[in-house]
């Protein structure tokens, strides 16, 4: 039996510009400006490849559906296939293309040869297509057939997926290849993308129509983010017995870097339970505004998942949604707990890409994933607008990587294949998707940065990421300096957030200007080392921020002190100096010069 005859594109037309019904304030017609425009370009040119890079939340899924509506319409082709990542997109692929007339199985398992009468096509997984090529090669050319890779860099994820997808999807009449994040952070070549030498000879990947991030915030498309980024004190033993502290996010190597955060994630110690409790008064102070904001944590691996929830659940009285991994039943959780008003998802990767939950508002990116692709994949699934004035707020680590990955939300990026090694890789920690899925194991991600014992991990506030700007100068957990600004109204509007953030921050400095002890006016006393050694670290940290604020090295920051306060060099300075120049820099901090 042939598949239903689409009627005209009228089903298509009555698309909303996003599903599930989180059009943005503002948004005009029938489709989006990006959408429409992508539509025009992509009918006027009729290619037989068509890559489409859109920020996670923009609406790729509506603008994928309504070209498979109008070639179906048209006879250009007959059968619609979607390839995405995970079983979950497979089900939400179909129920969106069930709205506009499309009838996709994604139920489709290989055994089955071919679809079932009464469907357009199928919607089935990148691992599917690598167990079978030769199938897909077969379905494909055994109809005049239009293929929509979903999130295509998973097609690079190993060699033979690359393989596999080339030759099953080699006979398609039209290819349709949607991403919404940083390509890979490797060099594997993307099946079906262009891909041509930038100024400095480097092959770089080519999009057909792009609409960044940076676009989307200024069209009202998507939500701006508050990153809350925690620092701490951090211990554990190494393999060898030795024990090792550090505070988080301060520079040192690799190794030390690695093995801190681990510990800070590690749900025995303080850190976690102290951030997931901070979230947990935004996500409240969040939904006196939007009602039915929902958080998630993202974890590293299966067994902090589980002892996240457990935290989560002391903490508010109320168990949270677990999804494990792409499993039977993970797609009920999810679906349930976007159709509820529940407080609290914890996940591994099954929503950290594609997943559509819209009430999502907080987050907790509680694992040591840094990839920009990983990154970016994560935090869309905060983003997604709704309504005018809703502002997405994520808690993370205080780790360089990650904060460097904050401030550039806005940077479009593209896969290279050339890529030159970049100087300061030696410095970070960085996993690609394939670290991931072993993160993902039950051995868990120790392995990956070498065996140790957490033994302690305290939770310090460190600052707020919005925009490219940094606000804050650190707090402990609880203390007027954090809640500050977890105390933000859920709905602000983008000048709003700014204006109350340097409202904040000038508050703050103020306060702790007014508790500066007073110069000594005795001889120093046996403890008055340790009091200076705290107020060289306070100036440290506030010339390391200022530095990251405006570009300036370290030393010329100190510099610029001297030069305002006088005196020495930081080794050589009085405690008296020392507290000038963190008042001067203070007073930088709120616009006083």
Same mark, same amino acid.
């Given at each position: 039996?042939?598949?239903?005859?689409?009627?005209?594109?009228?089903?298509?037309?009555?698309?909303?510009?996003?599903?599930?019904?989180?059009?943005?304030?503002?948004?005009?017609?029938?489709?989006?400006?990006?959408?429409?425009?992508?539509?025009?370009?992509?009918?006027?040119?009729?290619?037989?490849? !068509?890559?489409?890079?859109?920020? +996670?939340?923009?609406?790729?899924?509506?603008?994928?559906?309504?070209?498979?509506?109008?070639?179906?319409?048209?006879?250009?082709?007959?059968?619609?296939?979607?390839?995405?990542?995970?079983?979950?997109?497979?089900?939400?692929?179909?129920?969106?293309?069930?709205?506009?007339?499309?009838?996709?199985?994604? $139920? !489709?398992?290989?055994?089955?040869? %071919? @679809?079932?009468?009464?469907? *357009?096509?199928?919607?089935?997984?990148?691992?599917?297509?690598?167990?079978?090529?030769?199938? @897909? *090669?077969?379905?494909?050319?055994?109809?005049? =057939?239009?293929?929509?890779?979903?999130?295509? $860099? $998973?097609?690079?994820?190993?060699?033979?997926?690359?393989?596999?997808?080339?030759?099953?999807?080699?006979?398609?009449?039209?290819?349709?290849?949607?991403?919404?994040?940083?390509?890979? /952070?490797?060099?594997?070549?993307?099946?079906?993308?262009?891909?041509?030498?930038?100024?400095?000879?480097?092959?770089?990947?080519?999009?057909?129509?792009?609409?960044?991030?940076?676009?989307?915030?200024?069209? /009202?498309?998507?939500?701006?983010?508050?990153?809350?980024?925690?620092?701490?004190?951090?211990?554990?033993?190494?393999?060898?017995?030795?024990?090792?502290? @550090?505070?988080?996010?301060?520079?040192?190597?690799?190794?030390?870097?690695?093995?801190?955060?681990?510990?800070?994630?590690?749900?025995?110690?303080?850190?976690?339970?102290?951030?997931?409790?901070?979230?947990?008064?935004?996500? =409240?102070?969040?939904?006196?505004?939007? *009602?039915?904001?929902?958080?998630?944590?993202?974890?590293?691996?299966?067994?902090?998942?589980?002892?996240?929830?457990?935290?989560?659940?002391?903490?508010?009285?109320?168990?949270?949604?677990?999804?494990?991994?792409?499993?039977?039943?993970?797609?009920?959780?999810?679906?349930?707990?976007?159709?509820?008003?529940?407080?609290?998802?914890?996940?591994?990767?099954?929503? /950290?890409?594609?997943?559509?939950?819209?009430?999502?508002?907080?987050?907790?990116?509680?694992?040591?994933?840094?990839?920009?692709?990983?990154?970016?994949?994560?935090?869309?699934? !905060?983003?997604?607008?709704?309504?005018?004035?809703?502002?997405?707020?994520?808690?993370?680590? /205080?780790?360089?990587?990650?904060?460097?990955?904050?401030?550039?939300?806005?940077?479009?990026?593209? @896969?290279?294949?050339?890529?030159?090694?970049?100087?300061?890789?030696?410095?970070?920690?960085? !996993?690609?998707?394939?670290?991931?899925?072993?993160?993902?194991?039950? &051995?868990?991600?120790?392995?990956?940065?070498?065996?140790?014992?957490?033994?302690?991990? &305290?939770?310090?506030?460190?600052?707020?990421?919005?925009?490219?700007?940094?606000?804050?100068?650190?707090?402990?957990?609880?203390?007027?300096? &954090?809640?500050?600004?977890?105390?933000?109204?859920?709905?602000?509007? +983008?000048?709003?957030? *700014?204006?109350?953030?340097?409202?904040?921050?000038?508050?703050?400095?103020?306060?702790?200007?007014?508790?500066?002890?007073?110069?000594?006016?005795?001889?120093?006393?046996?403890?008055? $080392?340790?009091?200076?050694?705290?107020?060289?670290?306070?100036?440290?940290?506030?010339?390391?921020?200022?530095?990251?604020?405006?570009?300036?090295?370290?030393?010329?920051?100190?510099?610029?002190?001297?030069?305002?306060?006088?005196?020495?060099?930081?080794?050589?300075?009085?405690? &008296?100096?020392?507290?000038?120049?963190?008042?001067?820099?203070?007073?930088?901090?709120?616009? %006083?010069?």
């Amino acid at each position: 039996m042939a598949a239903e005859r689409l009627p005209g594109t009228s089903a298509a037309e009555q698309l909303p510009p996003a599903f599930p019904e989180r059009a943005a304030w503002g948004t005009a017609g029938k489709l989006r400006a990006w959408q429409a425009e992508a539509l025009e370009q992509y009918f006027r040119d009729q290619p037989k490849d !068509f890559l489409a890079v859109a920020t +996670p939340g923009a609406g790729k899924t509506t603008f994928a559906l309504r070209v498979a509506a109008e070639l179906l319409a048209q006879r250009v082709v007959n059968r619609v296939t979607v390839v995405a990542p995970t079983e979950h997109l497979k089900v939400q692929w179909a129920d969106s293309a069930s709205r506009v007339g499309i009838k996709l199985d994604p $139920h !489709f398992k290989n055994a089955q040869g %071919k @679809h079932a009468p009464g469907y *357009h096509g199928v919607a089935i997984t990148y691992a599917q297509v690598a167990a079978k090529p030769v199938l @897909h *090669h077969n379905r494909t050319a055994a109809g005049r =057939t239009l293929v929509i890779l979903d999130e295509v $860099h $998973h097609g690079g994820d190993a060699l033979s997926w690359g393989d596999a997808v080339r030759e099953a999807f080699g006979p398609a009449v039209r290819r349709l290849s949607l991403t919404g994040t940083p390509f890979r /952070s490797d060099t594997s070549p993307i099946p079906f993308v262009t891909y041509a030498p930038d100024e400095n000879g480097i092959r770089t990947s080519v999009a057909d129509y792009s609409y960044g991030y940076g676009r989307a915030l200024k069209d /009202s498309v998507v939500r701006p983010v508050l990153f809350l980024a925690y620092a701490g004190a951090m211990s554990w033993r190494t393999r060898a017995g030795d024990e090792m502290s @550090h505070v988080l996010g301060e520079e040192t190597t690799k190794d030390i870097n690695s093995q801190a955060w681990r510990t800070a994630l590690d749900p025995a110690g303080d850190w976690i339970p102290a951030v997931l409790k901070a979230a947990d008064r935004r996500l =409240t102070e969040v939904r006196r505004t939007v *009602h039915d904001a929902g958080g998630l944590v993202i974890a590293t691996d299966q067994d902090n998942a589980r002892a996240y929830a457990k935290v989560l659940r002391e903490l508010t009285g109320e168990a949270p949604t677990v999804v494990l991994s792409d499993e039977v039943g993970a797609s009920a959780r999810i679906e349930k707990f976007q159709n509820s008003t529940d407080r609290w998802m914890v996940a591994v990767r099954m929503v /950290s890409e594609g997943v559509d939950v819209p009430r999502l508002c907080v987050g907790v990116y509680a694992t040591s994933s840094a990839t920009p692709l990983f990154f970016a994949q994560a935090i869309g699934r !905060f983003v997604r607008a709704r309504k005018r004035g809703e502002t997405a707020s994520v808690f993370l680590p /205080s780790v360089p990587i990650l904060l460097a990955l904050a401030n550039t939300m806005e940077v479009e990026r593209d @896969h290279a294949l050339d890529r030159p090694k970049n100087e300061d890789e030696n410095d970070v920690v960085v !996993f690609d998707d394939q670290a991931m899925e072993q993160a993902n194991r039950e &051995e868990g991600a120790s392995d990956q940065l070498g065996s140790f014992e957490a033994l302690g991990a &305290e939770a310090l506030f460190d600052r707020v990421l919005f925009d490219g700007g940094e606000f804050g100068t650190g707090g402990a957990v609880g203390s007027e300096d &954090e809640l500050d600004f977890i105390g933000i109204p859920g709905l602000l509007e +983008p000048d709003q957030v *700014h204006e109350l953030l340097r409202s904040q921050q000038a508050r703050q400095a103020k306060r702790k200007t007014a508790a500066a002890p007073p110069a000594p006016e005795t001889e120093p006393s046996e403890l008055d $080392h340790r009091a200076m050694k705290e107020e060289r670290n306070q100036l440290q940290s506030l010339v390391g921020a200022w530095s990251r604020r405006t570009g300036s090295p370290h030393k010329a920051v100190h510099v610029e002190l001297r030069k305002a306060c006088g005196g020495p060099a930081v080794a050589q300075a009085t405690r &008296e100096q020392i507290q000038a120049r963190i008042a001067k820099l203070q007073g930088w901090f709120v616009g %006083k010069k």
